[in-house]
Structure formats: C-alpha cells, structure tokens
C-alpha cells in the first residue's frame, strides 16, 4: 500500500504499487481488483471486490471504498488500512470495455 487517503467522511481511496521489479499486470477500464481482508485473527478472509478508479497503466492500481454500515471490510480498510500495509491482491480481474480497442 503506497497511499490511504480520505476522501469523505465515508470514503477512502487506496494505491497499490508493486513492491518486486516487475511492473504490475496491465489493468483494462471496466477490471477490478479482488482482495482477501482479514479484520481479526479469528474469522477467515473475507473476499471483496473494488473497481478500479483511475485510468490504467503499470504503474499503480487505485480502488476507493465508501464505508458501510456494519461492513466488516469496509470498516477495516477506512479504519486500519495504512501506507506499507501488504496485501495480497489478485490481477485485475473482469470483462474489458467492448470498445476497448486494445482488446
């Protein structure tokens, strides 16, 4: 994690950047990012997915999160999510814009 920032009251964005000498999986509009969030020690992962919200490139991922009522996910990441925090994120996942013209 390279950046926590706050957005609202409600909202968080975040920035992931590789930390290996690779660059990142190339991210297409419309992908998301799948992460496992573990809020206690107690309970298994939780899986949750977050768009992407900047324009793609190598060089970063960003999702934003708005907190919810009683979310476990959300309400770790607004609360406990910090710069240098690692976390196990998957390749960008889903369809590709059909007007994609990378495609």
Do not use: W
């Amino acid at each position: 994690m390279t950046a926590v920032e706050h957005e609202t009251d409600a909202a968080i964005s975040a920035r992931f950047e590789n930390t290996g000498r690779e660059p990142l999986p190339a991210a297409r509009p419309r992908q998301y990012l799948t992460l496992p969030i573990q809020p206690n020690d107690a309970a298994r992962p939780l899986l949750r997915s977050y768009s992407l919200s900047r324009p793609p490139d190598a060089s970063c991922y960003r999702i934003a999160v708005k907190r919810q009522h009683d979310g476990a996910a959300s309400g770790y990441l607004s609360d406990r999510l910090a710069v240098g925090d690692q976390l196990d994120v998957a390749a960008p996942r889903g369809a590709p814009d059909p007007a994609d013209p990378a495609r």
